[in-house]
């Protein structure tokens, strides 16, 4: 893995004090006088971090005024919004949010695969869902969030569309840590079965209309669990 220059050390350590609350949207940020003690660098070097995360979106600069933070929905890097996501103070509106892209993209994405899924893929899927009632019977989460997580794999990669698995293996992550949080109430993971088995039986039909519209009933279902069981609790 290739060392990080003092440039991008600068601008990440930067990115984790925004990340963490210490500078919130619209607020400005340290002169380069005061990052360049902080960090024992060069004003020089300093300027050119502001500049990555200005770049990025991030960052806006006043003329006159100094350096502000931007909303998150201004950033333009990918890497730094999923940062966010995963460890910035903000977290019933991210997941909220994150639920809706999962919307957008998996809904679509179970209309297409219901009319090119295979009967291999279709095993697999059933395979993913017993796993899913047994993890549930055994109190097992971190089991039955791998088995979640799989069962949805399945669906995006039969989709046959190369960019929805790219858009996706970004998101695995934080998935996976939003998923444990959730699974981790009982009710959560009856209802989710039930929308699994809804989908599979959609996906079996190959019925493109019936798989988009399961999946939207399990998406919203999925919103209304996690205000009702985690944000509201």
């Known amino acids: ?84 996501a995963s460890e910035g103070q903000d977290d019933a509106a991210v997941a909220v949010q994150l639920i809706e892209l999962r919307r957008m993209l998996e809904t679509g994405a179970a209309e297409i695969a219901a009319g090119r899924i295979t009967d291999g893929e279709l095993a697999e899927m059933d395979e993913q869902l017993a796993l899913m009632r047994a993890a549930h019977e055994a109190n097992d989460v971190d089991r039955f969030v791998a088995a979640d997580l799989a069962f949805h794999d399945l669906i995006l990669h039969a989709s046959g569309n190369v960019f929805v698995a790219v858009l996706f293996e970004p998101l695995t992550r934080i998935l996976a840590s939003r998923r444990a949080q959730t699974s981790k109430v009982v009710q959560i993971q009856i209802n989710a079965l039930a929308e699994h088995a809804n989908i599979m039986d959609a996906m079996r039909s190959h019925d493109a209309e019936r798989a988009r519209l399961a999946m939207d009933r399990h998406m919203e279902q999925t919103l209304n669990d996690l205000k009702t069981y985690v944000l509201e609790s």
């Open 1 to 84: 893995m290739a060392r990080k220059s003092l440039v991008d050390v600068v601008a990440d350590e930067l990115l984790d004090r925004i990340v963490a609350g210490e500078f919130p949207p619209g607020s400005g940020v340290p002169g380069e006088l005061e990052l360049s003690a902080r960090h024992e660098v060069s004003r020089m070097t300093v300027r050119e971090a502001m500049k990555t995360l200005v770049a990025r979106r991030i960052l806006r600069v006043e003329r006159g005024r100094g350096t502000f933070v931007n909303p998150l929905n201004q950033w333009s890097s990918l890497e730094a919004v999923l940062r966010f």
